[in-house]
Structures are given as C-alpha cells and as structure tokens.
C-alpha cells in the first residue's frame, strides 16, 4: 500500500488514542498528508481525540507542513449519549455535555506533535466563514449527518488550493456499511468538476483539486 512508515513511537500513541480510525486507513491519511504536506498546511474538520491528527500531525512533522484541527468538541449527533458510538468516559458532568477536548490534548501531547498539530475549537461553518488560506490538504470528518457533512463541504472545500487534495473518511457506497449523506457529498464534489479521485482505499477518498488549464 505504502513505503511510508510511520514513526514506532506515533504508532504506539495512535493506536491507543480513542477514535474511528483504523490503522490501515490512518496510514492512507499519513501517506497522503506526506503527499501534499510540502505544498503548504493541512486541515481536519472533526478532531475528535487527536487519533488521525496523530497520523496527519507525523506527516506535517516530517515535510515542514501544520495540520489545523477543527471541533467544538461535544461530539457530533450520532455519539451522542444514546447512540452506539457513545463513550460514555467523555461526558463532563459539570455542562452534561460531551468534552473530547482533553483526550485530544493528551493525545498530541503523549505523540508530542504539539508543535504541529492545532487544534481549534469551535463549530466548523464558523470558523469556515473566517477563513483564508489556501490548504494543501483538506480532511473532512465531522458531523457525518446531511447537514454538518455539506457544511464542511461548502465552507472548507473552496479552500483547496489548485492541486491540493480534498480527502473524505467514511464513504460507504453500500448503505448496508454505514450513513449515506457524506457518499452524496462525496458524489456532489466528484460532479463539480473541480476535483478528480486520485485515490479510494476502505472508506477514504481521495480528490485533488484540478488544476486550472493553459497555466
Ligand atoms: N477524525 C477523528 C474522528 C472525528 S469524529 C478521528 O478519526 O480520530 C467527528 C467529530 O466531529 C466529533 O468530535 C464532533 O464533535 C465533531 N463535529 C461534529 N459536528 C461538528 C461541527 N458542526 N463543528 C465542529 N465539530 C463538529
Ligand atoms: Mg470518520
């Protein structure tokens, strides 16, 4: 799949971080970030407890990048107390709210990237609205419910510089897998014409930005 290894170290810490992402995949995370990390930052939209950041964070460590981190941190609808991805270890009994903000801070610090990973909290269509820079890498991994998915879409996609890359977690073409609404987001960016697939391993995939012509 790929030559990069990642760091023994950051795998130790990645794999004990709580969170959704499996290996393999995180690995494909750190590939592509290595990628397109020297072109400029990268950004995460849904941070969670730090676990893909770790594998995102390593690769903007080793080609000189920064990975931005986007969450309110009190857990999309579908983790909420109820649902079957709830922890409960992640309740902050002081709001009744949820609070991954912790477990995320130990987890950047145990893998001892804070230098290249920030993290910034608050809802992603807000921070969206106020931002400005061109990114080398998008990752999209928020609220996975119709809604929050096509927010992050519509805010942070026009941000792909021309060449980047707009990466997706949790694609499932078979609704038997999993939710349908970031797949049909997924299929809107495909038929923008503006991005082209480079990449679909698991449920991630990748898009690069096309490249404006005659250039
Ligand atoms: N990328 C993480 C998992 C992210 S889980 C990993 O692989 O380890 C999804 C996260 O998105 C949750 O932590 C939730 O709080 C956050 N989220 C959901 N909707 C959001 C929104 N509108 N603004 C900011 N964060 C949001
Ligand atoms: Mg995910």
Redesign the pocket.
């Known amino acids: 799949m790929t030559d990069a290894s990642l760091p023994a170290d950051l795998r130790y810490v990645a794999e004990r971080?709580?969170?959704?992402?499996p290996r393999e995949e995180?690995m494909i995370l750190f590939d592509v970030a290595r990628a397109y990390g020297p072109r400029g930052p990268i950004c995460?939209?849904?941070?969670?407890?730090?676990?893909?950041?770790i594998y995102l964070g390593a690769a903007a460590r080793m080609t000189g990048s920064v990975v931005f981190?986007?969450?309110?941190?009190?857990?999309?609808?579908e983790?909420q107390p109820g649902w079957a991805h709830h922890d409960p270890t992640l309740m902050d009994p002081r709001f009744g709210k949820?609070d991954?903000l912790p477990f995320f801070r130990t987890a950047i610090a145990s893998a001892g990237l804070e230098e290249h990973v920030i993290a910034i909290v608050?809802?992603?269509?807000?921070?969206a609205r106020h931002w400005n820079t061109p990114l080398a890498m998008l990752?999209i991994?928020?609220?996975?419910a119709e809604d929050?998915v096509t927010?992050?879409y519509e805010g942070w996609s026009p941000h792909v510089m021309p060449g980047g890359a707009l990466v997706f977690?949790d694609i499932y073409p078979d609704p038997k897998q999993g939710g349908q609404a970031p797949y049909r987001v997924y299929q809107r960016a495909l038929a923008s014409g503006a991005f082209r697939e480079v990449r679909a391993e698991g449920s991630i995939r990748v898009m690069e930005r096309v490249e404006p012509s005659g250039g």
Do not use: L
Not at 44 to 53: D, L, T
Not at 141 to 144: A, F, Q, V
């Open positions: 971080a709580k969170g959704f992402m995180g995460e939209i849904g941070s969670y407890c730090g676990k893909s950041a981190t986007v969450d309110h941190h009190r857990g999309s609808e983790i949820m991954s608050g809802r992603s269509a807000t921070v990752f991994d928020g609220g996975h929050p927010q992050d977690h």
